[in-house]
Structures are given as C-alpha cells and as structure tokens.
C-alpha cells in the first residue's frame, strides 16, 4: 500500500465533535453569564469532559502500512507487524491475535451492538472476508468492527502474497504517556473544583 491507511469509527467521531462543541458552548456561556469566577469553578469539569471524548472517540484508530499494524487505543498503542500476526477476527472489537499468543484488541473498531446485530442480514456480510459458515454480525460491512477486520485482513493476504519477510517477535506495546498524564491531572483538577464550588455554594 502506497500511503498509510486510518480507520476511525465515522460516529464516534461525529459524537466526540458534538460533546467537544458543547463544552465549548459550556465555556462560552459560563464567561457571558458569570465571568471569569465562574468560568475557573466551573471549566475544569467541562474541559475534563470535551478531553475524555477527544481521547475516547476520536485518538483510537487503526492504521495499516506496508510493515505493520497499528492499534491505537486511549491510554497505549500497540505496534504489530504483519509476520507477528496468526490470526484476526471481529466477535467483541478487531482482534489480532499474535505469535506470542496476545490478543490486542482496538478501541476504535468495536462489534455492533445487540439490537444492530440482530437485524444484520446475510447480504451484508457476503463480501467479508472468511467463510461463510464462520461470518458473525461483527463482521458485516458497514460496522465499526467490520470495516477495519476487512481493511486488516486484505492488507494481511496482500503482504503474505507478497512474499515480504516475515519475521515474528516484534510487536511493541507502549504506554501513551501525555494522554495518560493529562487525563489524570484534568480529572484530579474537574474533582478539585467541584468540590470546592460546592463547598461553597
């Protein structure tokens, strides 16, 4: 593949651009009708919000390139090149599975929900990868889950085909520490100042 590939659920995203608004609008209104004291008891809860559904919803992706896969969930990121992986399937979220045996699961492509997947017909996962007796509701096109288990296993037969060296051994796991440090001092500093506006309101 020429460029990187990017998954991200389509309405995860548009949910996390709504809440992000919002709490500007929050912001917004808590200066015009309370001033600046109001807007530093009030901000820190807001803003912990607006970021938890930037971090929730719209950092998670899944990304393919030529090398690897990669999963990019909240608070760790998971590198996983293509000879590292056995097996990939869609029942709770994308999964890889690894030479290692781990099962790395990515946030930004969860199953459908109970209601979605019972109405999935069999029309919408005719054209996913696997065998028909094999496909789930996880797998139709159109879900979070089955989009990106499509995009992963194409790309995954594309690089065997290739005959690309394969060597397992080299996923890499690490912790996204900026996003953990910040959540913790925004949810620290949201707690503070609930407790003191009402402390004394």
């Known amino acids: 593949m020429p460029h990187p590939v990017v998954f991200r659920p389509r309405g995860g995203v ?9 709490c500007l609008a929050i912001l917004i209104s808590l200066v015009v009708t309370d001033g600046v004291a109001g807007l530093l008891a009030w901000s820190w809860p807001v803003v912990a919000f607006g970021w938890l559904a930037w971090l929730l919803y719209i950092r998670p992706s899944v990304t393919l390139t030529d090398g690897f896969v990669e999963i990019r969930n909240p608070l760790r990121t998971h590198r996983v090149p293509w000879g590292d992986i056995i097996d990939v399937e869609s029942r709770y979220a994308l999964s890889i599975t690894t030479t290692d045996r781990r099962v790395i699961r990515a946030w930004a492509a ?3 929900g109970a209601r979605q997947a019972l109405g999935t017909r069999r029309a919408d996962v005719a054209r996913a990868p696997g065998q028909g007796d094999t496909r789930r509701p996880s ?3 159109g879900t979070d889950s089955g989009d990106a288990t499509a995009l992963v296993v194409r790309a995954l037969e594309q690089h065997r085909r290739s005959g690309a060296p394969s060597l397992p051994g ?3 796991t690490t912790w996204s520490v900026i996003p953990l440090g910040v959540t913790a001092l925004l949810l620290l500093a949201a707690v503070v100042s609930l407790s ?3 402390a004394h309101g």
Not at 14 to 22: N, R, Y
Request: net charge negative.
């Open 170 to 172: 080299g996923t890499v």
């Open 139 to 141: 797998d139709a096109e």
């Open 14 to 22: 548009i949910l996390a651009v709504l809440a992000i608004a919002l």
């Open 110 to 112: 969860p199953a459908p």
């Open 196 to 198: 003191q506006a009402l």
